[in-house]
């Protein structure tokens, strides 16, 4: 069995294995110069299973595992991740007012493990990730969260923009985060079905999911001071949601 790390799968038929019994992966490595009918079948089956897949120089799989890889690995994931509609409409079913969060170029795991520890405690039901630009969600991340990214529903997409209309579409509204909109967070009415974008403390949320939401906040502060870190101010958000929604 072609096994390196404990998280990584390398070969080509373990790997079409995994994919197959829909085993959680983060992502695939292939070797630019990988070729034949069964890397074809990993494409197609990744595209089945949303997992993405970057194309690299055979040194940089070289350096990551000394076991024969046949110009393949794929690092495992340490949540298992789950169909965005089908979890609407489970929290519906449940009676429950959806609280979701999406996250936006935020790659530092620590950051990503806070936040799922928050969401959890506020009762956000699910987490919306890219399936690029976005922090693996490894044994690393679980363990920042104490456990919660396995506690909350983990949503992985190619599309944060059609993601966005797919909540439109199942009447969730959706609010960006956003430092220097005028709405403040206190104003807006969170005990309705809502989604939350996150973005990455540099760039922030990308231009066009701002364009495409139904509004922009900020969070007051009583100086002047541009140093809040996301998950500190996802924390802030979703306590606001949770008091909302509580009293």
Known sequence: MFIAKKNIIAGRNPIIEALKQHQAIDKILIAKT???????????????????IQFVPSEKINSL???QHQGVIAYKSAVQYQNLQQVIDFINEK??????LILDGITD???IGAIARTAVCCGAQAIIIPDKGVGALNEDAV???????E?????RVNSLMKTVDELHLNGIKVYASEMTATTKLHNLNLQEPCAIIMGSEGRGVFTGLIKICDDTF???MANNFESLNV???TGMILYEAMKQRTL
């Open 95 to 100: 009676g429950e007012t959806p609280l979701f």
């Open 231 to 233: 998950s500190v101010a």
């Open 65 to 67: 595992t000394n076991i």
């Open 218 to 220: 900020a969070i007051p």
């Open 143 to 149: 363990k920042t969260s104490a456990g919660a990214l």
């Open 109 to 111: 795991v620590r950051n």
């Open 34 to 52: 990988a070729s034949g009918n069964i890397i074809h079948e990993i494409k197609s089956l990744a595209k089945e299973n949303n997992v993405p």
């Open 151 to 155: 506690k909350i529903h983990i949503c």
